[in-house]
C-alpha cells in the first residue's frame, strides 16, 4: 500500500481524518490506511459509518501525497515516550508546546506513567491515540513498536526515570517504550526526573555516562524541591520550554530548524596572549571549546555567525566565519568591525591586563636581577558592547568565569557591564573547567538565575543557543 502523508492534506480534511480516528482509537495514519483498505478490497466493515467513509474515503485517496523518503516522512514528527514519576504532569505541557511549534506528537506511555496521568489527557492534547502495551494486537499486526521507532525524527522520553535510563544503558526491552527505544535509529532527547539521592547514586551516574556515550542527548535535571516533603537537590526534571527549545534544533531532518535564520550572531572564544616581548607572553587556560560549540550550535539553527578566537588548536566551526587574533585590542576592533549584530556571545578568557611596552627583543635572563613589568588594564570587550548607544546588539551575553561567590559575582557583572545575560561558571582548580570537556553553569538573568546540571560543553552550548533563538524570536515555546 503506498504511503499517505497526513501533514499534505488540507487542515479541514485533517480535522475530519482526526476526528475520525480518535472515535475509533487509531492514530490518523492507521485511520487512513484502514478507510483506503477497506474501499480497496470492498468490505463492509463498519457499514453502519458507510457514509462516513464513502466521503471521507475519496478526498484522503485524492489529496494524499506522493509518497516521500523516509527521511521526509519523518520530518517534524515527535515520539515522546513519558516515564511513570510525578513529571509525568509536566509531559502534558510538552505535548501542547510542541504542537504550537508545528510538531506532530506520539505517544508512548509506561505502565507507571499511568499511575500519575491519563492516557485520554495525552491524546486528547496529542491528537493521536496513545501507546502503552507492547504486544497489542490493534498495532502489532504491522508491528508496531517497530512502527513508531521508525517514523519518528525525534525521541524525547520525559520524564526519564531512574529506571527507564538504567534499562536503556543494558538495552533492555521488555516493554514497549525499550523497545521503540533500542529499535529507533533518531535521536534520542532525555529529561532525567528521580530523588537526588537517585541522581547522585554511582549507577545512574554510570547509566547517563554511556548513555551520552551512545549519542543520547541529556537535559537536566535542575536543582530545586522535590515532591516527597523535605527533599531538595539536583533531580527535579527540566522545564516544558527548557526541553522544548533542546528538541527544536533536532526537528525538519538534515536541514536543521532554522530558528536562528536571518539572525547575525557574534561569538568571542579562547584566551589572548599578551605579549611581553618575542617569546613570553600573558595568557590563561582557556581552550576555547565552548566558545567554538556556541558558534557552532548558532551556525547549526541558522545563523550567520562571525567566531572572533584567540589562539586555541580547534578547527574552525562548520558554518561560522573564523577570524583569528591574538590580543584583547585586537578582539575588540573585530567585534567593532562585525557589527551591528542580532545577538553578541562573550565566552573568551580575555587577558585583564597586558605590559604597557612590549620588549622587542627577547629579555635576557640576569642573575640575581627579575625584570620590572608594568601592567596596564585591556578594553573590557563585554562592557564596551553592552554599554553602546548605536548599534548594541539586541542581546548581549557575557560569561562571569569565576572561583569563589560564583552567583554574586554574576549578578555584579550583569549590571555593570551592561549585558543581558550573564553565564555563570566555576573555574577553580578543581572544577577541571578550564581545557575540560564539561562545564557547570548558572544562567543569571535580570529574572532570576537558573543552574544548570553538569554536562558537555556541546550540551550548554545547545541549550544556550536554544534560549537565544526563543529570545529574539520573541516566541513563547
Request: with cysteine.
Amino acid at each position: 500500500m503506498a504511503s499517505i502523508t497526513i501533514r499534505q492534506l488540507d487542515d479541514d480534511l485533517k480535522r475530519q481524518l482526526r476526528l475520525r480516528a480518535a472515535r475509533n482509537g487509531r492514530s490518523m495514519e492507521d485511520e487512513a490506511r484502514t478507510i483506503l483498505r477497506s474501499a480497496s478490497s470492498g468490505e463492509s466493515v463498519e457499514q453502519s459509518r458507510a457514509t462516513a467513509l464513502t466521503a471521507d474515503m475519496a478526498p484522503v485517496a485524492r489529496r494524499a501525497a506522493p509518497s516521500l523518503s523516509r527521511s521526509e516522512e519523518r520530518r517534524n514528527r515527535i515520539l515522546l515516550i513519558i516515564g511513570g514519576g510525578i513529571a509525568a504532569y509536566k509531559s502534558l505541557e510538552i505535548i501542547r508546546r510542541l504542537k504550537d511549534r508545528g510538531a506532530e506528537v506520539r505517544c508512548i506511555m509506561t505502565k507507571a506513567a499511568l499511575e500519575f496521568i491519563t492516557v485520554l489527557s495525552a491524546s486528547a492534547l496529542s491528537g493521536e491515540r496513545v501507546f502503552v502495551n507492547l504486544f497489542d494486537a490493534t498495532a502489532e499486526h504491522d508491528v508496531g513498536h517497530i512502527r513508531l521507532a521508525r517514523e519518528a525524527e525525534l525521541v524525547v522520553v520525559a520524564p526519564a526515570t531512574a529506571d527507564l535510563m538504567a534499562k536503556m544503558a543494558a538495552g533492555t526491552a521488555d516493554d514497549l517504550a525499550t523497545a521503540v527505544l533500542l529499535a529507533t535509529d533518531a535521536k534520542v532527547l532525555l529529561a532525567p526526573a528521580m530523588n537526588p539521592h537517585m541522581w547522585a547514586h554511582p549507577a545512574t551516574r554510570r547509566n547517563v555516562a554511556l548513555l551520552e556515550r551512545d549519542g543520547v542527548i541529556v537535559i537536566g535535571p535542575t536543582a530545586g524541591e522535590m515532591a516527597e516533603a523535605g527533599e531538595a537537590g539536583i533531580g527535579r526534571m527540566a522545564e516544558p520550554r527548557e526541553i522544548v527549545c533542546a528538541a527544536l534544533p533536532f526537528l525538519y531532518g538534515s536541514r536543521a530548524q532554522q530558528s536562528l535564520k536571518g539572525q547575525r550572531v557574534i561569538v568571542t572564544s579562547g584566551p589572548t596572549r599578551e605579549p611581553i616581548d618575542p617569546v613570553r607572553y600573558i595568557a590563561n587556560r582557556s581552550s576555547g571549546k565552548q566558545g567554538h560549540a556556541i558558534a557552532s550550535a548558532a551556525a547549526a539553527l541558522g545563523a550567520e555567525v562571525l567566531l572572533v578566537t584567540g589562539p586555541v588548536s580547534l578547527p574552525d566551526p562548520v558554518g561560522a566565519k573564523t577570524v583569528k587574533v591574538e590580543t584583547a585590542q585586537q578582539m575588540l576592533a573585530e567585534v567593532n568591525r562585525g557589527l551591528p549584530a542580532d545577538v553578541a556571545i562573550f565566552a573568551a578568557a580575555v587577558a585583564d591586563w597586558r605590559v604597557d611596552d612590549p620588549n622587542a627583543n627577547k629579555i635576557k635572563k640576569q642573575p640575581g636581577a627579575t625584570p620590572s613589568l608594568r601592567l596596564i588594564e585591556n578594553p573590557d570587550i563585554l562592557a564596551a558592547i553592552g554599554h553602546r548607544d548605536k548599534d548594541r546588539p539586541r542581546l548581549v551575553i557575557g560569561f562571569a568565569a569565576e572561583t569563589e561567590q560564583i552567583i554574586e559575582h554574576a549578578k555584579a557583572k550583569l549590571t555593570r557591564k551592561g549585558c543581558d545575560w550573564m553565564v555563570a561558571n566555576d573555574v577553580s582548580a578543581g572544577s577541571g573547567v578550564m581545557g575540560g570537556d564539561c562545564n557547570t553553569v548558572h544562567l543569571v538573568t535580570a529574572q532570576g538565575v537558573e543552574s544548570w546540571p553538569p554536562q558537555s560543553k556541546e550540551a550548554v552550548a545547545r541549550a544556550l543557543v536554544a534560549r537565544v533563538a526563543e529570545a529574539v524570536s520573541g516566541a513563547q515555546p
